[in-house]
């Protein structure tokens, strides 16, 4: 026994080292982990309190019907209004004092219609530098219904003014 | 920075998410598992001849150890959140098992196996001594002074058994890090069950040839080299590298019959992106290369300073190849799509997080330990120390 007294005081090493990991653990780990899941569960709640940035198309419509209605009777029908416009939730809370920046079409389309191939085939691509070349898209497309035909003409901002 | 892309990647596989410090890890921690299972040889197995190297491998395992994590905290950053890992340990993730197994490796078997080793030195320098060595010494020895035979035979007999688990504990550690490649059945470069196998003999023979180098390293200034040692770890290099290599051609072979969907793409990789780094450098170079030289020490009657070169050079060969097995694992299991289309490029930063010089640093880091390690406890004792 006297000549094992060292493994003792190793013993007593690891089982501090072992008491010191229990006690910072329950120092460390939050009292609602594990409640529901694998997760802290107070966790839902700081998510929730979270502000909502989207308000959804359905929103968007009750104000906006002109555009609605020519969207919807537009290719771009199901093409969300966020999608474009980038969260607007604020926007729709007070449309006075937040107004959205509008998206510039030069970089708005061609995150979805530059041409790739792992885009399916029937989905509409071009080849943004052959197609349009330096010409925004608007000058042609009008955004709310992008077919040509489709829309009377293109309702360029530019234009408008 | 534009990465060049051949046919067809898709757009979460153009830039490569594992660097070359994801190469690193599994060459360090191979490092550990090689050299402790060249200790345990001695202990287990009584290899009177490589019983010069048993501390020095000791040492080197846990050189090795103690960086191997940091490649992985470095490229996931938050270092600070890898504890929460130990706090609420995910069961389903391989990921999460390892810190375990690591954490297992480190205080159950290679500091409990050095400690017991070494437990009458330190007593002996804590006598020796004074001042803050002395304290220092007394701490590592928890305070103990007894080194009676009784008490000797005490660790012996504890370190044995420390031994004997620390085998299983070894080939876990690296049979792991195998695994976690092993596993990805998304990707049919890594996703084989030989891959634990295979990582866990290309480290044996990684640990014992860097022991070897280090021991023949260390031999001039600090020790007496031991020749006849020198000639044991060598021919166990070759037996495991032979096993090794069998090991991988069975892996290629089983590829090139069954070659299934993938096999195009990735034979096409082998022969253009990866050429150098596989077939020349891993193969020739770092395979059959040194197979070829331990094997010529072996038939050839050679004079011991040809010999002991040749030793050399195949081992120094031999990290190479076995480096660029782990950089052929990791990197060549990203360059090409899963759609089989298409190939991207591994571009390599140098300054940065995950660059290159990172890399250098924490390959140099372990040896910086070692060499503190050997200065705090000497694995070589006096009769086979140079005279000063």
């Not at chain 2, 950053?77 to 890992?85: K, W």
Request: charged letters at 15%.
């Amino acid at each position: 026994m006297k000549d094992s007294e060292h493994l003792i005081r190793l013993a007593a090493v690891f089982a501090g080292g072992l008491l010191f990991f229990v006690v910072i653990r329950s120092f460390f780990v939050p009292s609602s982990f594990g409640l529901y899941g694998h997760y802290r569960a107070d966790a839902i709640k700081d998510v929730a309190a979270l502000q909502v940035v989207h308000a959804g198309h359905e929103a968007c419509e009750g104000c906006h019907s002109d555009v609605a209605d020519l969207k919807n009777k537009g290719k771009h029908a199901h093409v969300n209004c966020e999608a474009c416009h980038g969260p607007q939730g604020q926007h729709a809370n007070d449309p006075m004092s937040v107004k959205p920046p509008l998206p510039d079409p030069a970089k708005l389309c061609v995150t979805c219609h530059e041409a790739n191939a792992a885009k399916p085939r029937s989905f509409p691509q071009i080849v943004a530098k052959d197609h349009a070349g330096d010409v925004a898209c608007n000058t042609c497309h009008v955004p709310h219904n992008p077919r040509i035909g489709d829309a009377p003409a293109p309702a360029h901002s530019e234009v408008k003014k | 920075m534009q990465i060049p892309v051949d046919g067809f990647m898709y757009p979460n596989e153009i830039e490569l998410q594992w660097s070359v410090l994801i190469v690193l890890y599994p060459f360090l921690t191979g490092l550990v598992a090689g050299a402790f299972i060249l200790a345990s040889l001695e202990r287990v197995f009584r290899v009177e001849e490589v019983k010069p190297t048993y501390r020095l491998a000791l040492l080197t395992a846990l050189a090795f150890l103690l960086v191997a994590p940091l490649p992985l905290q470095l490229h996931l950053g938050h270092p600070e959140r890898s504890f929460e890992m130990y706090l609420t340990p995910h069961r389903s993730s391989a990921m999460a098992m390892f810190g375990f197994v690591y954490l297992w490796y480190l205080m159950a078997v290679l500091l409990l196996e050095i400690w017991l080793d070494y437990r009458k030195d330190i007593v002996v320098m804590a006598r020796a001594n004074s001042g803050w060595k002395k304290r220092l010494y007394r701490v590592l020895a928890l305070g103990s002074d007894n080194i009676s035979e009784a008490a000797l035979a005490v660790d012996n007999h504890a370190g044995w058994i420390v031994t004997v688990v620390g085998i299983p504990s070894a080939f876990l550690l690296h049979g792991y890090v195998g695994f976690i490649f092993g596993s990805v059945k998304a990707n049919p470069w890594w996703s084989t069950p030989l891959m634990p196998v295979v990582f866990l003999f290309s480290a044996i023979v990684s640990g014992i040839a860097a022991v070897m180098l280090l021991y023949m390293f260390t031999g001039s200034r600090r020790h007496r080299l031991d020749t006849r040692c020198v000639d044991t770890i060598a021919r166990y290099l070759f037996y495991a590298f032979i096993i090794d290599f069998s090991l991988e051609m069975l892996d290629l072979i089983h590829r090139i019959y069954e070659a299934d969907e993938s096999f195009r793409s990735l034979d096409f990789m082998v022969h253009s992106r990866l050429y150098t780094s596989h077939v020349v450098i891993q193969i020739l170079c770092g395979t059959v290369l040194p197979i070829g030289l331990l094997a010529l020490t072996q038939v050839l009657h050679l004079s011991e300073k040809v010999r002991l070169r040749t030793y050399a050079v195949a081992g120094v060969l031999t990290l190479i190849g076995i480096f660029a097995m782990r950089w052929n694992v990791v990197i060549g299991g990203q360059l090409f799509s899963k759609s089989f289309l298409g190939y991207t490029t591994y571009k390599m930063g140098f300054a940065t997080r995950e660059g290159l010089l990172t890399a250098i640093v924490l390959v140099l880091m372990p040896l910086g330990i070692l060499w503190g390690l050997i200065k705090l406890l000497p694995p070589w004792s006096d009769d086979e120390s140079l005279p000063v």
